[in-house]
């Protein structure tokens, strides 16, 4: 009796032993990642959440200040998904970006040695029904990943949170985005690069939801090695779903707005440049209104393609590119293909590319 008593302190006595180097390792791994906080700043932190978490936990206090703590970094956690998180907003280097009423800022999903750098992105709380569209589109190809969302009070007033994949280099357009920085991309990655967003469209629409403000700074787009190729492995999606609608009759023609904001945000991709109804020069009133210039500019090109084709019966890839992008920018919102059988033309063309 006295020996099984002695085994079971010993035992007991190792795994308290073990229990800070774990603590230790996992410090370390999340040091790797960012570099900021100190090994042991970031031990005080992993300490706090293996011991102390819970008892917020229990009292329903999900968003956890540092002057609530006195830890370097503020705690998060989500009780739907029980996901921890430890913000990383206090370096200026850790803003991803903003947009609209959105804060976007790097943290860390902690999942011990195996935690990741993902995006929070922070808003106030408007009643809107974002989080419950995102969670409703979850697990679909296209669409943004997002690992958690909470809500409470800050200052009086409510915010919301998701966090989300930290897509790199990030945005398609808008101020950030990579289009805006020198990014070039090879016909074929734009050609996947639509794929997936139709893609995205798709069961964006499949499933009920009107997006509702398609660009391209709300189009992201993460780049990676391709394990096979070593080449670049390229993945897009669509995200903020801030004025999306859902659980409501969504007619045609409203559809086909996601059509032509999408056509937009191609047409950035593929000439690398703002359609002109959306350029500062239109917007300062210095030209037409955008019916006008749909009809002098795309209509003109697209009638140019149809044209060739008709005498030719043969257009280049690149041509066939440009004239599904235009017919997604038809002037006659009935004309505009739906998001399916884009989708199937840039898996044809994709094909044509392969050989």
């Not at 180097?21 to 570099?35: D, P, T, V």
């Not at 409510?158 to 991309?185: D, R």
């Amino acid at each position: 009796m006295i020996k099984i008593l002695f085994t079971i302190l010993l035992f007991s006595f190792a795994a308290l032993q073990a229990r800070p180097g774990s603590l230790e390792e996992i410090s370390r791994a999340i040091y790797a990642l960012q570099k900021d906080t100190s090994v042991a700043e970031m031990l005080r932190i992993v300490s706090f959440i293996e011991t102390d978490l819970h008892t917020y936990i229990a009292k329903k206090r999900y968003y956890l200040p540092t002057e609530l703590t006195t830890l370097p970094c503020a705690i998060e956690y989500d009780p739907v998904t029980e996901s921890c998180f430890i913000h990383l907003e206090t370096k200026k280097k850790n803003t991803i970006g903003s947009g609209g009423e959105k804060y976007v800022t790097k943290s860390i999903f902690y999942k011990g040695t195996a935690s990741e750098i993902v995006a929070r992105c922070k808003q106030t709380a408007k009643g809107s029904s974002e989080i419950e569209i995102i969670r409703h589109l979850q697990g679909l190809e296209g669409i943004v990943s997002m690992y958690a969302a909470t809500r409470y009070m800050e200052s009086s007033r409510p915010v919301e949170t998701l966090f989300c994949k930290w897509y790199k280099p990030g945005a398609l357009g808008g101020v950030g985005g990579c289009l805006n920085h020198g990014m070039q991309f090879t016909l074929p990655e734009k050609v996947g690069i639509a794929c997936d967003l139709l893609v995205g469209l798709e069961n964006i629409h499949a499933h009920g939801v009107l997006h509702g403000d398609i660009t391209a700074a709300n189009c992201f787009v993460h780049i990676s090695k391709d394990p096979i190729t070593n080449g670049r492995k390229i993945e897009a999606v669509i995200g903020d779903f801030g004025k999306s609608r859902w659980g409501q009759e969504i007619t045609p023609d409203l559809y086909a707005s996601d059509i032509f904001d999408m056509g937009c945000a191609l047409y950035k991709l593929y000439y690398n440049k703002t359609v002109p109804w959306q350029s500062e020069e239109y917007l300062a009133g210095f030209a037409g209104s955008p019916a006008a210039v749909i009809e002098a500019i795309v209509k003109k090109r697209r009638d140019e393609i149809l044209n060739k084709k008709s005498k030719t019966n043969t257009l280049s890839i690149e041509e066939e590119f440009e004239l599904t992008i235009l017919y997604m920018l038809h002037e006659d919102h009935a004309k505009r293909p739906d998001s399916t059988i884009l989708k199937n033309n840039f898996i044809v063309l994709s094909n044509k590319l392969r050989g």
